[in-house]
């Protein structure tokens, strides 16, 4: 059943189960926006029926980045709950930490970038650690973690209305 993305809307409610992958080089970490979007977030997506979590977030590097990946350990399990106009959002995140080939310059190079998945415009930018009080980050748990790394996967659950 490959391609079927598990995200599915019971009602007012809609259920997500999302890999995320988390790249941090030279106290820099990558994050990206839909063009639209006021908030930056960590590049991932929909994990699909048959995948594992860590086989989605290699796909989707290579789908929004173009780029292979190394998948790391896991570092958070997430359970979300954001209460939005359209949909109650419930959502299960597990982020990975990820590195690029030591053959790849694309850590190297810290301009923004753009690319297009789908429909949707991403614009990308490595942001240094030290600056992420700045920035407008979901889910807001990770302006914190980015800078603290667990030793070992952690449970974060996150309540936002």
């Known amino acids: 059943m490959s391609g079927s993305m598990i995200d599915f809307t019971l009602g007012k409610a809609r259920f997500v189960y999302r890999a995320v992958g988390v790249a941090i080089h030279d106290e820099h970490v990558l994050l990206h926006r839909f063009d639209d979007a006021d908030y930056w977030i960590l ?80 614009s990308f930018a490595w942001h240094p650690l030290s600056a992420l009080d700045a920035l407008t980050i979901s889910p807001p748990f990770l302006r914190r973690y980015l800078r603290e790394l667990p030793q070992s996967p952690m449970h974060i659950l996150d309540i936002r209305n």
């Not at 789908?63 to 954001?82: D, H, Y």
Request: proline share 5%; net charge negative; aromatic share 8%.
């Open 43 to 122: 590049p991932g997506g929909r994990v699909e029926m048959g995948e594992t979590a860590s086989e989605a977030v290699a796909r989707e590097m290579r789908e929004e980045l173009g780029q292979e990946v190394t998948v790391g350990r896991l570092l958070w399990i997430a359970e979300s709950f954001l209460k939005a106009e359209r949909h109650n959002l419930h959502s299960i995140g597990l982020y990975y930490a990820i590195s690029f080939p030591p053959t790849s310059d694309f850590h190297r190079d810290r301009l923004p970038f753009t690319t297009v998945d789908g429909r949707a415009h991403l």
